[in-house]
Each structure stands twice: as C-alpha cells, then as structure tokens.
C-alpha cells in the first residue's frame, strides 16, 4: 500500500498515524479468533441473585457513599439517529400501496394518538396540509401523515437522534429521551448537593439541538427533582474511525480519499476515559421510562451502585496491603476466595505458587477497573450476554459477548451459547480509578483481538469494515466484572416506533 501526500495530511487530520492504518488492514486481511467459552454464565454461577437482606446492605452502602460527597455520573450514549427506528414507515411512503397493508402498520396508525408525540405530529399536518391527522386519515391519505412524521420539513424524526423524540406523556405535556435521562439521573444520582451530572455522547449534527433541548428543560426539571444539573457532551472522535476495505483488502476511497467510518460504540471508551468520577453509570439512551414506571429502575441503579461502592472499598484495601508488602498466607488465601468466589476469576494455578508468586498475581488482578452490571432474564430480545470466557493468560472470568464471538460451528460453543439464561441490557456501574484515585487509562484495558469484521453495501459495491470491541464488550475485557440479576421491568428499549405502544412507556 502506498500513501501519497493527500493520503498522510488525511490522516494526519483525523489523529491516525500510518502505523495504525497498516495494522487495520492488517487485522481485516487475517480476522480474528472466536472467544473459548468454559460456560454461560447463569445465578449461582457468575450471576448474583440479590435477595432482599443484601439489597438492603448494598442500598444503604450506595446512600452512605453519597451522603459522604462520592461524586457520580451517568454516562447516556445518545449518539446515532432514530432512523432504524422509522424503517417501517420509510418502507411505507417509499412502496406503492397507498394505505397500511402491514400488521406494523396498521397498529402504528390503529393507535396513533397513543404516542406521545401525536399532538406535535397533529401541528405538523396541520401546518403542512391544513388538516389535522384524523381528517387526513379519513381521507386515506397515510402516507402524509407518514411523511410529517419523519420528513424534514415536518418532524424530522427520520434524521433526529432518539434523544430529542417524544417518547412519553407527562402531565398533559411529552418528554424526550433525553428529558427522562436527566430525571432518572436526580432520583438515584444526586449527591448530597443535590448535584447531577449527565454526560451525553452526540454526532456534531446532533449537538445543537441536544443543547437547546437541555436549555429549555433543564430548569424545569431541576426545580421538580430538587436537582441541580451539570450536563456534559462529547462526541465520538475521529481517530477512533477505522479504515473501510475491498474485498481485495486494499484500502476503500471515496472521492480519491481513504474511506474511514465510526468504529462503532466501542469507540466511546475513549469518551468514557475523559470522564473522572468515583462511579459511573452507563444506560443506553432508549432504555428509560416515565415517572410512574421508574420505581423499579431507581431501586435496581442503587444496588448496581452500592455494590460498586463496597467491592471496590473492599478492592482497594486489598491492593493497599499488597502495594506495603507481601501479607501472609491466610492473607493470601483470603484475597485469593475474594478472587474467585465474588469477581469469579478462576482457572488460576494460584495455589501451585510461592508467596511472592501469588500475591503478584492477586495485585495484577485486582488492580483494573471494575464493573458491576445489570443482567435481565432471556425474553427474546436481542443482544449479548454473560458468560464465562478463556482469558489470554488461561484464566477465566465474566465477559459480556455477542453472538459474532462465539463460534456456533463448534457444537460445545453452541451448546453454552444455548444454555445462556440472560442477557445484557446495557446497565453498567463502572468505576475507574485506581486505589490511590488515579485514574486508569482505560485503552489499556481493551482487547483489541475482539475486533470484527462486518461486510457492508456502499453504493452497490461490498466492502468490509472493521468495527472495535464494543463498549461493554472487548473493550471492557480486562476490567474486573460483577454480573447481577435484575428485573426485566428495567429493561424497555425502543428499537421501533411501536415499541413506545408497549405498557412500559404509556402513563399508567
């Protein structure tokens, strides 16, 4: 591969050097390995089930450490747009029926002013067509409805971010995504002065709009919850970008320049290490409810939190006597049960080694960031899950993986992967600071054998990219990770606009 002028003043722009460039096309030409899986992980058996003695202990950790000034913050990654939200309705204004021949779409228009953004949507054909939906309905003229909807000079749900749409009815108003973040935030967040803070990764031509919206609603919010917001944006970042390539495994261009896309979620570990707290949540925008539905997301947030808190009280005073010296074997063999009973590392060959040996080993272990995340019974919904994997160094421990991970050929991998009982929601409680409270670099920490290779259409040419271990995924694999049950009630993502139809997200 030969780079010209062009090419390295490109790169240099977007913060790539042309060693990494190399190494993408490298990883993309020889793939990756599939992960060796020793089982799913399931209660009692790298899940936790929380009864209800310990819910109370990890709930009154998490009140103690915010009435002592722990700082938090919650992590929203908001960044893509709703578009595969609307893929239904694009569908319908792009075909050649005129009126809803689906089951998706009779329901969608059966229950229209259900949604919360129906009297916004009411305006909008008002504004357009001078009639309101229902006389547009009976007129059978869906398809401007549709239009209004998700069109630019109606709504433009098409293009926005879920963050700025409507998702629930409030007290004869709506509110955003973005708005129920921010209240979820003031109920399980606030520190003992009553300090938020949100931090909400966007696209650039996102960012505007996701401001003005805090602008307007902020206060509001601020003075319902007795909460006083600080709230933070980034957005993803051009050198976390990797390389598209030709099925020959040269580099894609487009217009004579390299071809780069976003690497995907995984790219926001590098959003995620510019944060500094002493515990961070991470929840995915879509998954949020309203007031009246909230309770048991509250309560299950408070005990991912508490637990955190006193694993990593529990991490630290370790790390401490092991940084002052060897301890004694009954020490020793202490830490080394922590290890295996509560972060599930096993597969070890501790006990074969000498006392140095060992307490080397325990340090190396317990000296990474930790998580403790949120696992929800298996409903059919997709995503990843938790298992128990095969370290590089032979060990084992929970790792949460997609399906493209493992390998289904291999009967025994298939058989695990079939035996899994939850799956990952994406409720993460993380903290990222070292046991002096410096921070970890947490690029570090992230396998990068963990990488895929997906193939893509553009402009009826295929090509293949290379996406990075995903947030929770890779690019997590060498944290320290706890998994817990939690209810399925917290857990209600909006994949389609009939999603926000489901009892979860109308009043009660």
């Given at each position: ?9 490109f ?7 042309e060693?990494?460039?190399r ?13 060796r ?7 009692g ?31 929203v ?43 916004s ?9 001078g ?22 000079d ?10 700025l ?22 109920q ?9 803070h949100?931090?909400?990764?966007l696209?650039?031509s996102h960012?505007?709009?996701a ?6 609603t ?19 970042k ?23 896309r976003?690497g ?19 929840k ?27 694993v ?7 790390c ?31 006990d ?36 128990l ?8 421990s929970?790792?949460?993986?997609e ?7 291999n009967?025994?991998?298939?058989k ?18 070292d ?42 694999s ?31």
């Open positions: 591969m030969t780079l010209d002028s062009k090419d390295i003043e790169l240099d722009k977007k913060g790539i050097s060693e990494q460039l190494e993408q096309l490298e990883m993309i030409r020889t793939g990756f390995p599939y992960l899986l020793e089982a799913a992980a399931t209660p058996h790298g899940i936790s089930e929380i009864n209800a003695e310990m819910a109370l202990g990890a709930l009154s950790c998490w009140e103690t450490f915010l009435q002592q000034g722990g700082k938090v913050i919650k992590m990654p908001a960044s893509g747009a709703a578009s595969r939200m609307f893929k239904d309705i694009f569908a319908f204004i792009n075909g050649k029926t005129e009126k809803p021949d689906t089951d998706f779409l009779r329901l969608f228009f059966d229950k229209i002013e259900k949604f919360a953004f129906f009297p949507l009411n305006s909008a054909c008002v504004s357009l067509y009639k309101s939906v229902a006389t547009l309905m009976d007129e059978k003229k869906y398809k401007d409805v549709a239009r209004a909807l998700i069109e630019s109606g709504l433009d749900y098409g293009r926005l971010p879920k963050a749409l409507e998702f629930h009815k409030v007290q004869g108003r709506s509110r955003t995504a973005l708005e129920e973040h921010l209240a979820e935030g003031a399980y967040a606030a520190g003992r002065d009553r300090k938020v949100v931090h909400f990764t696209s650039d960012l505007p709009l401001r003005i919206k805090v602008e307007e902020s206060g509001h919010l601020g003075h319902y919850y007795n909460a006083d917001y600080d709230i933070t944006y980034s957005v993803q051009p050198s976390t970008d990797t390389i598209a390539a030709n099925l020959d495994g040269t580099p894609c261009r487009e217009d004579g320049h390299l071809f780069f976003p995907g979620h995984g790219a926001l570990i590098e959003n995620l290490n510019d944060l500094d707290a002493d515990v961070i949540f991470i995915n925008i879509d998954n949020v409810v309203g007031d009246d539905r909230r309770e048991s997301t509250i309560h299950y947030k408070k005990v991912l939190g508490g637990t955190l808190v006193a990593k009280q529990r991490i630290d005073q370790y401490r006597l092991l940084k002052a010296g060897v301890p004694d074997e009954n020490k020793l063999d202490e830490m080394l049960h922590f290890l295996r009973s509560v972060l599930c590392i096993t597969r070890d060959g501790a074969g080694m000498d006392t140095a040996g060992k307490a080397a080993y325990i340090f190396s272990k317990l000296n990474r960031p930790l998580r403790v995340c949120g696992m929800v019974r298996n409903s059919g919904e997709p995503g990843g899950g938790p298992f994997v095969y370290n590089q160094d032979g060990t084992v929970p790792q949460i993986l399906s493209t991970q493992i390998n289904h050929a009967p025994a991998d298939e695990i992967f079939r035996e899994a009982t939850h799956f990952n929601p994406v409720d993460l409680a993380v903290a990222t600071r046991f002096e409270g410096h921070k970890f670099n947490l690029p570090d920490f992230v396998d990068m054998s963990t990488c895929f290779i997906s193939e893509k259409s553009r402009d009826g040419v295929e090509i293949k990219a290379l996406e990075l271990p995903g947030l929770w995924n890779g690019a997590m060498d944290w320290n990770t706890i998994f817990i049950e939690v209810a399925a009630e917290t857990f209600n993502p909006v994949k389609t606009v009939n999603d926000l139809l489901r009892p979860a997200h109308q009043p009660l």
